[in-house]
């Protein structure tokens, strides 16, 4: 019985020092919106459940982890704005939203923008914070070894 539970406590041991370790792997990012700035709060709530809907999304993220400060940060990602437009396409009218980003590492900045279709205008934010994310993943495993040169 003993044995048993020596084993039991390595294996969690091991699983949390791997996950432990796939954590810090991960590139440190701070999210912020566009009206925080100087440590005031943003005064947009549509910024505001923006940036909620996108750390959600990020704390499922292969290659990002949140941090609490801006200067704990190899990356700053902001929310500059949401949209939701009645588009028309091939089978009528949709709604699409929209949400707007900028990532800023070191000295480069550039904006991602995610869509959502035919999703209504409370659930479709979600869904453009997760193509956000996707995005933001692919550049951060793109650039990884530039991004970590920043932290020297």
């Known amino acids: 019985m003993k044995l048993k539970a020596v084993i039991l406590i390595s294996v969690i041991t091991s699983a949390f020092l791997f996950a432990s370790d796939k954590a810090q792997d991960k590139i440190p990012v701070f999210v912020k ?43 700053v990602l902001e929310v500059l704005g949401r949209d939701t437009k009645r588009e028309r396409n091939a089978w009528g009218w949709e709604n699409k939203s929209y949400l707007t980003v900028r990532l800023t590492a070191g000295e480069y900045s550039v904006e991602f923008t995610g869509e959502s279709g035919s999703k209504g205008v409370l659930t479709g934010y979600g869904a453009a914070a997760e193509k956000v994310v996707k995005q933001l993943d692919a550049w951060v495993k793109a650039n990884r070894d530039r991004l970590l040169a920043l932290k020297k």
């Open 33 to 75: 919106s566009a009206g925080n700035a100087g440590g005031f709060t943003d005064p947009s709530r549509d910024r505001q459940d923006s940036m909620k809907d996108l750390m959600k999304k990020l704390n499922n993220s292969d290659s990002v982890r949140l941090v609490e400060s801006e200067k704990d940060g190899l990356a």
